[in-house]
């Protein structure tokens, strides 16, 4: 199961998940050796339960009696760097999000801007299975922690996360971070998984696994890691990339491979479902994997994957932002195209009233009803103007 850490970035996300999860997401070379996104970082946790204290926890020991807790779920956290590109990353990768975690800091007004904007984006998505974190509560009174949860409840009224569970934590000490796993088990249901599907993957990092100055004759595979949407992908499967390989002028040349090997942060796997965050081995030359050349690209069995297409038809809707004017694309505007796994530059062909057409530099492979989040230039940086659904 996939789970959004979303909240402003100060908040306490890398110290929570660090709690959950016993790593920091920032570290990109850890990233590198598993395969994951250069937008998506992630880190996987198993959430225990002992029945003996009825306790929830993330370490393999109970904390109270000292016994093994039994495993109830693996759940991959899903973080990006950033604020604009976490938003963004949220809106296009959503088709792979099963619920969130919104991080609110007790030593801060709430809400601030950037927290606001979260909420804005799980309530255009509809995400309800959320848990609220207030963090770092040790670093105010009891009563000012009181204070500040009843603003957060006031925060949440009408919106996706009325009525979502708050849990204060102090991440650093792993104070009550066995009652965030509890909430997690109780708010975040695994949703139902469509296991017969022609399997649908989108690559969100590939890369060569061989150290420089390896023998040929052990030099593994490309491999790609991503999310599956649906179905099942299992060891020997013939898969099919697309759009491919990016050639220049030529447009891109569709790929064909095999799986010679699956992988989660847990280790081998024999088939892999969808849910969590998952390595794929192939028979391609490393060479045409690393450097997440293929991120982008959806992955599944010959003929079965979503058409390949240069120019989107969006339903489009603005997103409120706080810091800067937001009037509706102009004809002639680049654009930065965020789809899946996929970011392309674009400029807008045409645009009426709830309907944008772009133009893309490159070539993406996506069905009807993708999600799809645009930036728009301000300034010198690309911040998130809107959103939409493909046609
Ligand atoms: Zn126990």
Redesign the pocket.
Same mark, same amino acid.
């Given at each position: 199961m996939n789970i959004g850490l979303l909240g402003h970035v100060d908040h306490g996300k890398t110290s929570l998940t660090r709690a959950l999860t016993g790593k920091w997401t920032d570290t990109h070379s850890e990233e590198l050796k598993r395969g994951i996104s250069i937008r998506l970082g992630y880190a996987d946790a198993d959430i225990r339960y =002992?029945p /003996? #204290?009825k306790?929830y926890t993330v370490s393999e020991k =109970?904390e /109270? #009696?000292g016994?093994k807790?039994e495993v109830k779920r693996r759940v991959s956290f899903l973080d990006a760097p950033g604020h604009e590109t976490l938003m963004t990353t949220v809106l296009s990768a959503s088709s792979i999000m099963d619920g969130a975690l919104l991080l609110i800091s007790a030593n801060e007004e709430c809400p601030q801007p950037q927290t606001a904007e979260h909420l804005t984006v799980l309530n255009i998505l509809g995400i309800k299975n959320i848990v609220v974190v207030q963090t770092k509560v040790d670093l105010v009174s009891k009563e000012q922690a009181l204070e500040h949860y009843n603003k957060i409840k006031e925060f949440l009224k009408g919106s996706v996360a009325e009525g979502a569970p708050i849990i204060p934590v102090v991440a650093n000490h792993g104070i009550n971070v066995g009652e965030v796993a509890r909430a997690i088990e109780e708010s975040i249901p695994t949703p139902k998984r469509d296991k017969d599907s022609p399997p649908l993957l989108y690559i969100s990092r590939s890369f060569d696994v061989n150290k420089p100055g390896v023998e040929v004759s052990t030099i593994k595979g490309g491999v790609v890691g991503g999310s599956l949407l649906r179905g099942t992908l299992k060891t020997g499967d013939k898969i099919e990339f697309l759009p491919g390989i990016e050639r220049e002028g030529k447009g891109p040349k569709p790929i064909s491979t095999e799986v010679t090997s699956l992988m989660c942060e847990g280790g081998a796997l024999k088939e892999a479902h969808s849910g969590g965050l998952i390595a794929v081995g192939t028979t391609l030359d490393p060479s045409l994997t690393k450097g997440d050349s293929l991120a982008g690209c959806a992955v599944g069995t010959p003929g079965s994957l979503p058409p390949v297409l240069g120019e989107l038809e969006i339903s489009y809707s603005p997103i409120e932002r706080t810091e800067f004017d937001n009037p509706p694309p102009k004809v002639g505007e680049p654009i930065v195209v965020s789809v899946q796994t996929s970011t392309t530059v674009g400029v807008v062909s045409a645009y009426k009233k709830g309907t944008v057409r772009i133009k893309l530099k490159k070539q993406v492979c996506v069905g009807k009803d993708s999600t799809v989040a645009l930036s728009r230039r301000v300034g010198q940086r690309w911040r998130l103007c809107g959103w939409g659904k493909t046609r």
């Open positions: =002992c /003996k #204290c306790e =109970c /109270k #009696c016994g807790p």
